[in-house]
Nanobody, 127 residues
Framework: QVQLVESGGGSVQSGGSLRLSCAASGYIYSSDCMAWFRQAPGKEREGVAAIDSDGSTSYADSVKGRFIVSHDNTKKTVFLQMNDLKPEDTAMYYC?????????????????????WGQGTQVTVSS
């Protein structure tokens, strides 16, 4: 099992930037893919960005060109650099880890079984 802890959330004004981090511990080598999801009040959870062990990335259309997902050399920490933030980006952001196959994630354009989840970090963007 993989333990995931997110950090870096906060409140910013529209157009600002934040960098989220997700620190993974445990048997991370069972995870082919790590991703960021978000959920706003009253809305369904949606995929934001994903990165696999080779560094290939995918993004939701709503964040392309603004968000960048990356991992450090150990692949134990995943980052989400969020630029040009908009009020509609306000949500709880979750880090997830899992293997390929399983469920179809249309926002991310990939099949993955995200078995492990963090507790989330709140991002609030004011206009």
């Amino acid at each position: 099992q993989v333990q995931l802890v997110e950090s870096g959330g906060g409140s910013v004004q529209s157009g600002g930037s934040l960098r989220l981090s997700c620190a993974a511990s445990g048997y991370i080598y069972s995870s082919d893919c790590m991703a960021w999801f978000r959920q706003a009040p009253g809305k369904e959870r949606e995929g934001v960005a994903a990165i696999d062990s080779d560094g290939s990335t995918s993004y939701a259309d709503s964040v392309k060109g603004r968000f960048i997902v990356s991992h450090d050399n150990t692949k134990k920490t995943v980052f989400l650099q969020m630029n040009d933030l908009k009020p509609e980006d306000t949500a709880m952001y979750y880090c997830a880890a899992g293997g390929f196959g399983g469920d179809w994630h249309p926002d991310l354009g990939l099949w993955a079984d995200f078995r492990d989840w963090g507790q989330g970090t709140q991002v609030t963007v004011s206009s």
